[in-house]
């Protein structure tokens, strides 16, 4: 009898270890990063009022954008704006290269690319805001 219970209190020990160690969450050895952030303005278009030319940077990284997805205060369109990996320096203002019909509302931005230090992928989305 007290070898039935010997054994059964080392199985219950040793499944009380495997059940303890399984359980513990291992912190992962890469830290999370943030996508770089992008802030938007915008000047009228000098051949026409009614159209406005958006420009951004990007104040947290140098990147390679890949592209960037415009969307009006509608969602009635989405345009994409192709850079194929094209480098843009942190805190360096860049022109889009079209101009868009001066809609008033929340337009969406959505920038793909990589950043140009580790090479990490990212989406970021900033939102502006465009009054008459």
């Keep these: 009898m007290k070898k039935k219970n010997t054994l059964l209190a080392i199985g219950i020990l040793l499944l009380s270890t495997v059940i303890m160690f399984s359980s513990c969450k291992k912190k992962s050895t890469t830290p999370e990063v943030s996508a770089p ?32 997805l415009i969307t009006d205060p509608l969602g009635s369109i989405t345009d994409t704006y192709d850079l194929q990996q094209a480098t843009f ?28 230090g580790d090479n990490s992928g990212f989406v970021s989305t900033t939102y502006m805001t465009v009054s008459k």
Excluded at 44 to 58: A, H, V
Excluded at 90 to 106: D, P, R, V
């Design 37 to 68: 952030t992008f802030l938007m303005s915008s000047i009228p278009d000098p051949n026409d009022n009614t159209y406005l030319i958006f420009q951004f940077k990007c104040t947290t990284n140098d990147v390679k954008l890949t592209k960037i």
């Design 89 to 116: 320096l942190e805190n360096i203002i860049y022109q889009f290269g079209y101009s868009y019909l001066k809609a008033t509302g929340k337009w969406t931005f959505v920038f793909y690319g990589n950043r140009s």
